[in-house]
């Protein structure tokens, strides 16, 4: 009964603060706001980008880090190079199983 009370109260939390923007809603967000949400996306990307990166099974080690970081790196240049998602897509998703197979050998 404990955890569905909690459940309840986040949920209302929730609710109350979603309602408290609609209510006070204006056509324009407050100067200050408006600066910083351009650097929302990119900031919530990195959050959940970069975690899968460094530790993709939870823990940091070199050998699970380094095929994602490589294919990460090789995606990156592909896509500065040739502006082609696909290609850096493909591109990276090779150089990911590459990179995986070859420390798997070692």
């Given amino acids: 009964m404990r955890e569905l009370l909690i459940l309840a109260a986040i949920g209302v939390g929730t609710y109350a603060m979603r309602a408290a923007f609609l209510v006070t809603a204006r056509t324009e967000p407050p100067a200050a706001m408006a600066r910083l949400l351009p650097f929302v996306g990119p900031a919530v990307l990195a959050a959940i980008v970069l975690p899968a990166l460094l530790a993709p099974r939870g823990t940091v080690s070199v050998t699970e880090s380094l095929p994602?970081?490589?294919?990460?790196?090789?995606?990156?240049?592909?896509?500065?190079?040739?502006?082609?998602?696909?290609?850096?897509?493909?591109?990276?998703?090779?150089?990911?199983?590459?990179?995986?197979?070859?420390?798997?050998?070692?």
């Fill in 68 to 106: 994602a970081l490589a294919a990460a790196a090789v995606s990156w240049l592909l896509w500065r190079r040739t502006s082609s998602l696909p290609v850096a897509l493909f591109g990276g998703l090779g150089t990911w199983w590459l990179a995986g197979a070859l420390l798997g050998a070692l």
